[in-house]
């Protein structure tokens, strides 16, 4: 299957500092592309979906300036966790699918572990 | 909308037992239904989906599931389990309605006895 990785895979940061992730889909072009959430024990909650090239879609009760996502070529994703306080702290996994349908496979991320001091 | 239920938070199971995994969705029309596995260090791996047509899919390391309509399920099964089948099971349901985004339901943790 197609892989996707994500950078870094753990990170530490203190409280009101920003945190980048990134989601790369390394060997097909990703139309579309996904950000969970996955609290300690708990399912994947959809953050926001984000097209190439154009603005992403928050999902209700996310806050779109405190988590900052930029689509800005096929094969890149960044998540950017702005002021990071230890609520932020969680478990945030990408996903990459070729194009915009739901019979289109989507292909995940190993995820990445934030801890907000 | 959408929602995706798995009634089994943690199941265990011995090697070489069999292993069903419950899903219930709740969707007016047929939804697009997935199975993934979660294991530490790695993404999640789709395990079979069902889009329509044959009602029993198959799926890779030997897992199946079977749609059942009337019943609004999706279960999971693998006829014997083995050690490295220990992971985290999530079942998932798209719609285009739903803007083909997936809903996961809570996930069920199998662990594996020797």
């Known amino acids: 299957g197609a892989v996707v990785s994500q950078h870094p895979s753990r990170v530490i940061c203190k409280s009101g500092t920003s945190v980048k992730i990134e989601c790369r889909s390394l060997?097909?072009?990703?139309?579309?592309m996904f950000w969970y959430r996955q609290f300690p024990k708990q399912s994947l909650m959809l953050m926001a979906t984000?097209?190439?090239?154009?603005?992403?879609?928050?999902e209700q009760g996310v806050e779109k300036d405190k988590f900052l996502i930029n689509h800005a070529s096929l094969t890149l994703s960044t998540l950017t966790v702005t002021s990071a306080h230890p609520e932020d702290s969680s478990f945030y996994i990408c996903?990459?699918?070729?194009?915009?349908?739901?019979?289109?496979?989507?292909?995940f991320g190993p995820g990445t572990r934030l801890t907000v001091l | 909308a959408q929602s995706v239920t798995q009634p089994d938070i943690h199941i265990t199971v011995s090697e070489g037992a069999s292993l069903e995994l419950r899903c219930n969705y709740s969707?007016?029309?047929?939804?697009?239904l997935f199975w993934y596995v979660q294991s530490p260090g790695q993404g999640l791996q789709l395990l079979l989906k069902?889009?329509?047509?044959?009602?029993l899919v198959q799926g890779i390391k030997g897992f199946e599931a079977e749609f059942k309509r009337s019943q609004s399920s999706f279960n999971l099964r693998k006829p014997s389990v083995h050690w490295s089948d220990a992971a985290e099971y999530f079942c998932?349901?798209?719609?285009?309605?739903?803007?083909?985004?997936?809903?996961f339901g809570g996930g069920t943790r199998v662990l594996v006895k020797p």
């Open positions: 996903s990459a699918r070729r194009g915009g349908g739901i019979t289109d496979t989507q292909y």
């Open positions: 069902y889009f329509s047509g044959d009602t």
């Open positions: 969707y007016g029309a047929t939804p697009y």
């Open positions: 060997d097909f072009q990703a139309t579309t």
């Open positions: 998932a349901v798209g719609t285009k309605a739903a803007g083909n985004k997936l809903t």
């Open positions: 984000s097209n190439e090239g154009s603005k992403a879609t928050y």
